[in-house]
């Protein structure tokens, strides 16, 4: 179609204008075939006839995939592709999660160009999907699978207003019966100094037009055998005025339709051949053309409307205008000018002649030799097929632009009122119509994505870079249309051949075009690199080495359970302490490996739940041990059962192992492709870009909360080894409780700073944190259990009168005194209870009791809280003052296994701390 789209001074007229668009579709049905040939003949010589009857497109793939020797990359899909596209080997899938670029391909001959060369240029060098817009549901796509071309329709503004209202054009309706247009490029702008432009500029909408390097015009046109005949016809000087009107009438004669020339000019209604028709027309299509190759050349002829003499004041000559749907200022000027011009329709709402109609008049022009004016732009295909030949069009002078004269055009809405006073417009207005510079223009969706911080350079699309450097001139548009006239594929039937000229101009030009129009270091392409095979062995080998001391710290503990050491540290909690960092140190060795889908959710689990059963345990117990020496300085009764401890434990593992099910069900963590550009390119100038792996979830919150909740942890061990500072010796870890925080605190602020640091790439970060994991467990494994190996070295202490093994029960129970009467407890004094299975020898926590050589204070009936304070500091409890009956005793009930045989202990000692007697 060769529909022409011109600026616009006001938003008002513009949009109106493009709502306007036509709502027909000219088009080139896919083309039915039988054999290969008549493929070859109608759509290119690659085409071939397929089992539907129809011909195929021969650059569904490519037009470089086909043409170009050497050339072996498909296009890449596009979301009008077929969802198995890539399978069936139609195209590729993209390497690169560009933004599909939506063109305005518009309803005539340069802008479809424009559209074709960016498709070529970005989808087939680059790797951007990109399809065509049309307005309306149209097939115009240069990979069109079917073959079919249709020009649809042109609506730019709301084109553009789709596209900024959903963020891009993935959500705007294709259905046929709800067709919502968008685009976020227009290849050939008209308006870039339209109001529209400037407006949509300042919402936001649109970047400022760039120069597309191609001036444009519309304006009356007359040929050079017409100005050979009478030269003052090129000016408006030589028609103005009532002394040119016979002249005009008689130069200009109204063209001749197919139906009418058989019905009212032939003298046999065509059933005998002429020198204009062949034939008669066959059906109302062909009645209503004024020429068809070889069977009507076309008539002009005198009407009424030329007769001088009939209607001396009213006589014109033929004007061929714009339909109404087209802006035209032709019946302005020359209104206004009193040059008797003018076409047959008049009425509201009707002007001038349709697209293919005007290409017709043309062509019956230069067949019969007929002088024509006509209303045409420049640059356009059919003006360059007349180029060099005597029937060249050449722009009639009108009065030159003034601002004034820019700003009494008249109205879009009255161009075609019914009213010929409001139709003409102002007379200011009767000037030429400027040059035109075009532009190209995208939407602020294309350079958002490009400026978008978050998104890598590997990964910046190259789409607003190369619609930047895409330039075109009058020359090239000349140049493709001579292509277009060689493989005659501007007639209405033969569009289907405009693929295969627009193919073999980008091979001819693609060395000194289209390699211009590629941004630096593009194309791309992306290859896995090389791991960094130091960084993985090192935290393979550490993880390793941290499992190996954990697993035999765990031997070691299981081999001295019996050793006073072991029983005083709690081994059920010592056990569960290695079984954590047993676990993360798994975590380690699963982070340090390549990733997959299983091992970036076992990592969270595995360093998750490790974690907790290292420091949970280490909390309870010594939770508990603090709550029994506030008892035992307060001289109350507490229980404290093994297995409450053991649910508190679980239930604080519980909370951790639902967190992580949540989080793998709603995010879990998947394998994610990192990509580094690099300066290597390939043997086909193609910068390489370096893909590697890593494991993420779509939110970075889970981490936080699971950094957190280490924090929670370290934090708590804290103030549980504050508390534990007084407590005494066998118990008393508060040192190294805090030596422990504080490893772990700093290797959790490392792992947060090397998960958050943007420097660091994905696939390294996975390295340095399986170090720091490792780490981090040797570290717990030397600061807490280290020490207690080395205590091994030295014999056990007696337990005597000193202190009690409690670990033979299940529960506790401590009793004050009170003047050697107590109605809760034992009659005398403070008695550990001891109960649970005989067999059960493993020390738990260890009481300090007093013994007969020291007293209590003669006040200890009346504050029994004031009777054990300082637990820790042996020196200061007494018994000093009391009598016999008043000490607080303990008895001891113990048994062990020896040799086979159980043998149970029973005796009887003060409650009073002393200093431990060494065995």
């Not at 709502?23 to 896919?30: K, N, Q």
């Not at 307005?135 to 071309?149: H, K, L, Q, V, Y």
């Not at 580094?676 to 870009?689: C, D, F, G, R």
């Not at 209590?856 to 009391?882: C, I, Q, R, W, Y």
Request: glycine share 6%; net charge negative; with cysteine.
């Amino acid at each position: 179609m060769t529909t022409r789209r011109r600026y616009h001074l006001s938003l008002d007229l513009w949009f109106i204008w493009t709502c306007g668009a036509l709502s027909s579709v000219t088009a080139a049905p896919p083309t039915p075939c039988e054999k290969d040939s008549d493929c070859h003949a109608m759509q290119a010589p690659e085409s071939v006839c397929g089992i539907d009857g129809f011909c195929s497109n021969a650059f569904a793939s490519g037009c470089l995939y086909q043409r170009m020797p050497g050339w072996t990359k498909k296009r890449v899909c596009n979301s009008e592709d077929p969802p198995d596209a890539a399978a069936q080997g139609i195209c590729e899938t993209p390497q690169f999660d560009y933004q599909e670029v939506r063109i305005m391909a518009g309803n005539w001959e340069s802008i479809t160009l424009n559209a074709w060369l960016m498709q070529v240029l970005l989808s087939e060098i680059l790797g951007v999907p990109t399809t065509l817009e049309a307005s309306i549901p149209a097939r115009n796509s240069f990979f069109e699978p079917s073959g079919a071309f249709e020009y649809g329709s042109l609506d730019t503004v709301q084109s553009f207003e789709n596209n900024f209202k959903y963020k891009g054009c993935e959500k705007a309706s294709r259905d046929p019966d709800n067709y919502e247009t968008c685009a976020n490029l227009s290849p050939e702008f008209w308006i870039a100094t339209g109001e529209w432009a400037q407006e949509a500029q300042q919402r936001g909408l649109l970047e400022p037009p760039e120069a597309l390097g191609v001036l444009a015009r519309e304006t009356l046109f007359v040929p050079k055998f017409t100005l050979e005949r009478d030269a003052s016809l090129l000016s408006y000087i030589g028609m103005q005025g009532e002394k040119n009107r016979q002249k005009l009438a008689d130069a200009f004669l109204r063209p001749t339709l197919w139906k009418d020339y058989c019905l009212e000019v032939s003298p046999n209604n065509c059933s005998t051949p002429d020198e204009n028709a062949q034939r008669p027309p066959e059906d109302d299509d062909e009645g209503d053309r004024f020429f068809l190759k070889d069977e009507y050349t076309g008539y002009f002829r005198k009407t009424d409307a030329n007769n001088c003499t009939l209607n001396p004041d009213t006589c014109t000559g033929h004007l061929v205008d714009y339909p109404c749907e087209w802006s035209s200022y032709a019946e302005q000027q020359l209104y206004h000018l009193n040059i008797s011009l003018s076409g047959d329709k008049h009425g509201e709402g009707e002007r001038g002649h349709g697209d293919w109609q005007t290409v017709q008049i043309l062509n019956a022009a230069n067949h019969t030799k007929s002088n024509v004016i006509i209303m045409w732009a420049q640059p356009d295909p059919f003006y360059q097929r007349l180029v060099g030949t005597d029937m060249e069009l050449h722009a009639v002078v009108m009065p030159p632009v003034s601002q004034e004269c820019l700003d009494h055009k008249r109205g879009y809405n009255d161009q075609c009122s019914g009213d010929m006073e409001i139709r003409a417009g102002d007379p200011r207005g009767a000037c030429e119509d400027p040059m035109t510079l075009l532009h190209k223009v995208f939407a602020t969706t294309l350079t958002d994505e490009l400026n978008d911080p978050d998104i890598i350079p590997a990964e910046k699309s190259p789409a607003v870079p190369a619609i930047q450097q895409f330039s075109m001139s009058s020359p090239l548009y000349g140049d493709w249309f001579n292509v277009l006239i060689q493989h005659e594929a501007l007639s209405k039937e033969t569009t289907s051949l405009m693929r295969n000229a627009t193919c073999n101009f980008v091979v001819d030009k693609f060395d000194v075009l289209l390699e211009k129009w590629i941004p630096f270091s593009y194309p791309r392409v992306v290859m896995d690199g090389q791991e960094n095979s130091a960084l993985i062995i090192a935290s393979v080998v550490l993880a390793c080495l941290s499992t190996v001391l954990a697993v035999a710290a765990a031997i070691v503990v299981h081999k001295t359970q019996h050793r006073r050491v072991m029983r005083y540290a709690q081994i059920e909690f010592l056990h569960l302490m290695l079984a954590g960092i047993l676990v993360i140190s798994s975590g380690a060795l699963v982070t340090a490996i390549p990733p997959t889908m299983g091992s970036c959710v076992a990592a969270i689990w595995l360093v998750n739940v490790g974690y907790t059963m290292e420091l949970a345990p280490l909390l309870v117990k010594v939770a508990a041990i603090n709550r029994l020496m506030n008892a035992s300085d307060r001289m109350q009764k507490i229980n404290i059962e093994r297995k409450d401890l053991f649910q508190v434990v679980l239930a604080i593992s519980t909370g951790v192992v639902i967190f992580v099910i949540i989080w793998t069900a709603v995010d879990a963590p998947e394998k994610q492709a990192e990509l580094e550009l690099s300066t290597s390119l390939t043997a086909a100038n193609e910068t390489i870009v370096y893909r590697s792996y890593y494991c993420s979830s779509e939110s970075d919150a889970w981490m936080y909360v699971s950094f957190s909740w280490i924090c929670v942890l370290l934090f708590s061990s804290s103030v549980l080894a504050f508390q534990m500072r007084n407590v005494r010796q066998e118990f008393n870890e508060s040192q190294t409780l805090g030596m422990l925080t504080y490893s772990h605190f700093l290797f959790a602020i490392l792992r947060f700073i090397v998960f958050f640091l943007d420097e660091l790439a994905q696939s390294d970060r996975a390295g340095f944190l399986s170090i720091l994991l490792s780490a981090d467990s040797i570290a717990a494994l030397l600061i807490y259990f280290f020490p207690k190996f080395l205590a091994l070295r030295d014999p056990d202490v007696s337990m005597r009168s000193s202190s009690m093994a409690i670990g033979a029960s299940r529960s506790m129970s401590a009793y004050p005194s009170n003047n050697g009467t107590n109605t809760s407890g034992p009659p005398s004094g403070v008695s550990g209870q001891l109960s649970g299975p005989p067999s059960d020898v493993v020390s738990s926590c260890v009481i300090p009791l007093p013994t007969s050589e020291e007293r209590m204070p003669e006040s200890f009936a009346e504050e029994p809280e004031h009777a054990m304070k300082n637990v820790g500091d042996p020196a200061e409890k007494t018994t000093e003052g009391l009598s016999e009956d008043q000490v607080p005793r303990a008895t001891i009930e113990n048994t062990e296994t020896r040799d086979g045989v159980k043998v149970r202990f029973e005796h009887e000692e003060d409650v009073a701390p002393t200093k431990d007697v060494e065995e």
